[in-house]
Structure formats: structure tokens, C-alpha cells
């Protein structure tokens, strides 16, 4: 009897889920360019970055928390997003990945307009966020968390007649991810036993199972010990080593922004401050003022 219960459960949310992931509003490409295929196979100008912001700005009030960022990240491209607390840079990211609308401003995937598109739409062309606060079904197992994601993102419904152990393909790519992220020992748990670090390892979890082709990443490492932190950094790295995907992640610790990235924006009140190849962009003085809190005529910081 638990047993239904617990697969009825699964089988609504991930409907829902299916459902709602499924309602994608229309996406108009950006004049100019030559047409090629994206990755959700709707045509993109030729040269185009796989994802871009143009003057995106969001104003609470008089406060302008994200100031006029106009940024391009390529496909086979690490880029980390650094700054102060209050810098603006969760808030660019729940612009991007849609939790939050712009004030004024574009976001273009693959040389198509997505500013207008709900998160949910967004996730559908191929927009995939791990979140720096995690929000997952607490109630429901490890196992069951990651397979909720893998169905809806291949759009699979259930009946109430339906048990998972029949969806064996779901099942098998649920385990993989687990696998993926070191978590494949507690697949029976339920998340709300599991420590913190290893929530957020069921986050990336989740991330890996809808494949999504832009990757980003909320201080992913927040909350793990010393001893977790190596196996979602190596899984970064794995995912970066696909050219064909994009990687955005938000960082504090910099020991982890130098192994890591390829490029390194930095965000300071809302605004972009500096943007480039990371040893430069950490020995910038204006950077260190801003960033490190070090007197502008102060020598680089080596980190």
C-alpha cells in the first residue's frame, strides 16, 4: 500500500511537472546572420554565441539590482561570475534562467529572443539552473527525485496502473545520474534525510538528468565538506569537456574559480566591471578594490 502511494505521488508530480516543463512560449530569433540548427533544432545566425545578454537590466523600486550586463557565452566555455555580496549575480542569473523578467533588455539562446519565455520554457530550449538554495521533493526518495526530472523531461506520463519498475530506461538513467554524483548508495533515502552537501549533489543530479545544453551553476559547492567538494568540481570539469555545452557558474571561493574557469565576469552594483581571461581579470587592480578589498594601488593578489 506504501508502495502505491509513494508511485501515485511520483506519477502526479511528474506529470505536473511534464505538464507545466511542456507549456513553452513561442521564441522569435534575432534579426541578422545566416541560419544554423540549435540544439532544440530551431535555426540560429550563423557565429551567434550560445548564449547571450544584451543591456539586461532589472530595477526593484529605485534600486537597480542588475545595471545594463551585456555578456556572450560560448559553447566549450567555462565562464565564472564573480563579485561582493549584493553584486547582482544570482539576481543575472534568475533573469537568464527565467525566475525572474526583465526590466528592460534581451536574452538570446543560440541567436533566438528567450527574454519573453517562462523558466519553464527556457528549460525546454535548453537552460538547465542548479539552484544555490535547494528545492527538491523532501518526502520522496533519492531515486525518485532524479526520476521525476528524467520524465519530464522526455514528456512521459503515468497512469495510476503504472509502476516505475516497469519505465526501466527511466529508471536505469535516474541510477546513472546518481552514479554521476557520487549518491548512487542512498538512492532509497528520502531527501529529507540526506545531510545538506549531499542535497546539493542531488541538485546536479537533477541537473544532469534533464540535459540541458547551457549549464548553470549557484555556488554548487556551498554547504559540502572538504571531502564532497572533488566530486561535483570533476563532474564540472567532465561537463566542460563536452564542447558542445556551455557552463555559467557563480563562485565565492576563488581557489575554485582558478582551477575551473576559462573566463571570469566580474559583477560589482549590478554592473559588469571586468571580463576576460582570469589571471588577468584577478590582477586587475580596480577588481581587488572592488572584489578582494584591496587598495587600488595595491600589487596583485595571487590566488
Avoid at 519565455?117 to 530550449?125: H, Q
Avoid at 527538491?136 to 525518485?144: A, G
Amino acid at each position: 500500500m506504501v508502495a502505491q502511494t509513494v508511485a501515485h505521488t511520483v506519477a502526479h508530480t511528474a506529470a505536473h511537472t511534464a505538464a507545466r516543463t511542456a507549456a513553452v512560449d513561442g521564441a522569435a530569433p534575432l534579426p541578422g546572420g545566416d541560419a544554423q540548427r540549435g540544439p532544440t533544432g530551431a535555426a540560429s545566425p550563423a557565429g551567434q554565441p550560445a548564449l547571450e545578454t544584451r543591456d539586461l537590466t532589472i530595477r526593484f523600486g529605485g534600486h537597480v539590482a542588475v545595471n545594463a550586463v551585456s555578456c556572450a557565452f560560448r559553447a566549450g566555455e567555462l565562464t565564472c561570475i564573480v563579485g561582493p555580496n549584493g553584486a547582482g549575480k544570482t539576481t543575472y542569473f534568475n533573469l537568464i534562467s527565467g525566475q525572474l523578467a526583465p526590466t528592460s533588455g534581451r536574452i538570446a539562446l543560440y541567436g533566438r529572443d528567450i527574454t519573453g519565455l517562462s523558466a519553464s520554457g527556457k528549460a525546454r530550449r535548453g537552460i538547465g539552473r542548479a539552484f544555490q538554495l535547494t528545492s527538491l521533493f523532501p518526502n520522496l526518495t533519492v531515486l525518485e527525485n532524479v526520476r521525476l526530472a528524467v520524465q519530464a523531461r522526455a514528456r512521459i506520463g503515468l497512469d495510476l496502473l503504472t509502476v516505475w519498475s516497469s519505465h526501466r530506461g527511466i529508471n536505469a538513467e535516474a541510477e546513472r545520474c546518481l552514479e554521476r554524483v557520487a549518491l548512487a548508495a542512498k538512492r532509497d533515502l528520502t531527501v529529507a534525510a540526506l545531510p545538506h552537501g549531499d542535497q546539493r549533489k542531488l541538485e546536479v543530479a537533477i541537473l544532469l538528468a534533464l540535459r540541458p545544453r547551457v549549464f548553470m551553476f549557484d555556488e554548487p559547492t556551498a554547504g559540502m565538506s572538504v571531502d564532497e567538494v572533488p566530486v561535483i568540481l570533476d563532474l564540472i570539469r567532465e561537463i566542460k569537456q563536452d564542447r558542445a555545452h556551455t557552463v555559467l557558474l557563480v563562485e565565492h571561493k576563488m581557489d575554485v574559480v582558478r582551477s575551473l574557469a576559462d573566463r571570469i565576469v566580474v559583477l560589482h552594483n549590478g554592473s559588469l566591471m571586468a571580463d576576460g581571461d582570469p589571471a588577468e581579470v584577478i590582477a586587475s587592480p580596480i577588481v581587488q578594490q572592488a572584489y578582494l578589498g584591496l587598495p587600488a594601488e595595491g600589487e596583485g593578489l595571487d590566488v
